[in-house]
């Protein structure tokens, strides 16, 4: 019973470099999300997507860049990473309007 | 921008205690919802709330969504060690595609 899994959980990265983040869930959700939680702040939306190739923008989406090209995963990017995005990520998913989402359990993103 | 606020912002209580947290906002939702979130885990949904005036208990825990829509409530009964978390109120926005999470409640449950 996977849910939604996020990979990988862990990472270190110097400034300047890219990376990717995948997302990816089993339950055949249209909505995805990704999301930045810092301390204080709580969770903020980078970007989201309400359908396999649609993205669009969230509340903080400089930086960063996604793609849905198959409806269970969704990829968030960063092509050079800033010490700015150390945080925890978090991706979710929900099937459709007025549903809840369910969370993976986070991926912590350290910038150098 | 829509906006939400979570107060109070820590609350460290004794065992058997009551409390209550808030979650305000100066917009509209269409539905609210609570989380916990524990070290370490994402978010955990504990309730869904849509109609304006609607109560919705779970146990111990009771919630409440303002009239108007814009604001809810969190009440926990006798407190026990294994509520404590981290309490997240999140707005879902009139499309039923974004959501707002609000800052969060630190709350530690002491024995």
């Known amino acids: 019973n996977a849910g939604v899994t996020q990979t990988p959980k862990f990472r270190v990265l110097k400034t300047g470099q890219s990376m990717t983040l995948l997302c990816a869930q089993d339950?055949?959700?249209?909505?995805m999300y990704w999301y930045r939680q810092d301390p204080g702040m709580g969770l903020r939306l980078i970007h989201y997507?309400?359908?396999?190739?649609?993205?669009a923008k969230g509340e903080v989406p400089d930086g960063y860049n996604v793609s849905r090209l198959k409806k269970q995963n969704f990829l968030l990017g960063l092509e050079s990473a800033a010490p700015s995005q150390t945080s925890v990520y978090f991706c979710?998913?929900?099937?459709?309007?007025?549903?809840?989402?369910?969370f993976g359990d986070g991926t912590r993103l350290s910038i150098l | 921008t829509q906006l939400l606020e979570q107060s109070p912002q820590f609350l460290s209580i004794q065992e058997g205690e009551n409390l209550t947290v808030y979650c305000n906002s100066s917009?509209?939702?269409?539905?609210l919802q609570w989380y916990r979130q524990e070290p370490g885990e994402g978010p955990v949904l504990l309730v869904t709330?849509?109609?304006?005036?609607e109560v919705k208990k779970l146990k111990r825990l009771t919630f409440q969504f303002g009239d108007a829509r814009k604001d809810s409530s969190l009440h926990i009964t006798a407190a026990q060690t294994g509520d404590t978390g981290l309490y997240l109120c999140?707005?879902?926005?009139?499309?039923?595609?974004?959501?707002?999470f609000g800052p969060g409640t630190r709350l530690s449950v002491l024995p």
């Open positions: 997507s309400v359908g396999e190739g649609t993205t």
């Open positions: 979710a998913s929900k099937p459709s309007s007025n549903q809840p989402q369910h």
């Open positions: 709330v849509v109609t304006g005036g």
């Open positions: 999140a707005g879902e926005d009139n499309y039923g595609q974004n959501f707002v």
């Open positions: 917009s509209v939702f269409s539905s």
């Open positions: 339950m055949n959700h249209e909505y």
